[in-house]
């Protein structure tokens, strides 16, 4: 049985640091698409940040670009994601999802399209 489980998530003042970890359970993340995602109080989910562990790429949402990096542990069966700069338009749940086993293109999964299975995800809040 796929299982994701999110950790890491906090308060965080503004231009601070935090470091998410998504464990996955009953299938490898070496050949798996991963992706984050992000839902905030009022507004639609967006994707955040997406890894593809077949060939290493990665795709960032605008706006985080240059300020979170998503990582993949093989060994471990995690993928991280550093997050730097935090502003209070940061504040969400953030959730990580998988395609498994199908192997979506990054540009896709950072739109959603295919990342059905999901954590219940952990909150992160920036604020002062």
């Known amino acids: 049985q796929v299982q994701l489980v999110e950790s890491g998530g906090g308060l965080v003042q503004p231009g601070g640091s935090l470091r998410l970890s998504c464990s996955a359970s009953?299938?490898?993340?070496?050949?798996?698409?991963i992706g984050w995602f992000r839902q905030a109080p009022g507004k639609e989910r967006e994707g955040v940040a997406c890894?593809?562990?077949?060939?290493?790429?990665?795709h960032y949402a605008d706006s985080v670009k240059g300020r979170f990096t998503i990582s993949s542990d093989n060994a471990k069966n995690t993928v991280s994601l550093q997050m730097n700069s935090l502003t209070p338009e940061d504040t969400a749940v953030y959730y990580c999802?998988?395609?498994?086993?199908?192997?979506?293109?990054?540009?896709?999964?950072?739109?959603?399209?295919?990342?059905?299975?999901r954590g219940k995800g952990t909150l992160v809040t920036v604020s002062s």
């Open positions: 890894i593809s562990n077949t060939d290493g790429s990665t």
């Open positions: 009953g299938f490898s993340m070496n050949y798996a698409v």
């Open positions: 999802a998988t395609s498994y086993p199908i192997v979506v293109f990054v540009d896709a999964c950072i739109g959603g399209y295919g990342m059905g299975k």
